[in-house]
């Protein structure tokens, strides 16, 4: 059983910049990452790392969210700048259940997979 704790959110105004950590224990494989789902809209892949540590990153967010790990630590983060209101959601770190889904592909952006999730951090952007 994988553990998965975000800490980092909280409330900034637009413009303005935050970090979100990822605690996994005991441990994962490369395959984890971060999603966001803003009330009464569907939950959306922000950025992931694949089984060979690429990164995907979303549209919406490319050139202003970086994703990035300590693997000696077993920590994942998001460093969010340039917050837009609409970046206001809950996020939430993922990483796949079964070994199998992350070195397949089948895991990615879009969620297919059956995954461990966080309890998930707010953030919220002011305007």
């Known amino acids: 059983q994988v553990q998965l704790v975000e800490s980092g959110g909280g409330s900034v105004q637009a413009g303005g910049s935050l970090r979100l950590s990822c605690a996994a224990s005991?441990?994962?494989?490369?395959?984890m990452g971060w999603f966001r789902q803003a009330p009464g809209k569907e939950r959306e892949g922000i950025a992931v790392?694949?089984?060979?540590?690429?990164?995907s990153v979303a549209d919406s967010v490319k050139g202003r969210f970086t994703i990035s790990k300590d693997d000696a630590k077993n920590i994942l983060y998001l460093q969010m700048n340039s917050l837009k209101p609409e970046d206001t959601a809950m996020y939430y770190c993922?990483?796949?259940?079964?070994?199998?889904?992350?070195?397949?592909?089948?895991?990615?952006?879009?969620?297919?997979?059956?995954?461990?999730w966080g309890q998930g951090t707010q953030v919220t952007v002011s305007s």
């Open positions: 790392f694949d089984r060979v540590g690429f990164k």
């Open positions: 993922a990483a796949p259940r079964k070994s199998y889904d992350c070195y397949s592909g089948s895991w990615g952006l879009v969620s297919v997979t059956d995954n461990y």
């Open positions: 005991p441990y994962t494989t490369n395959c």
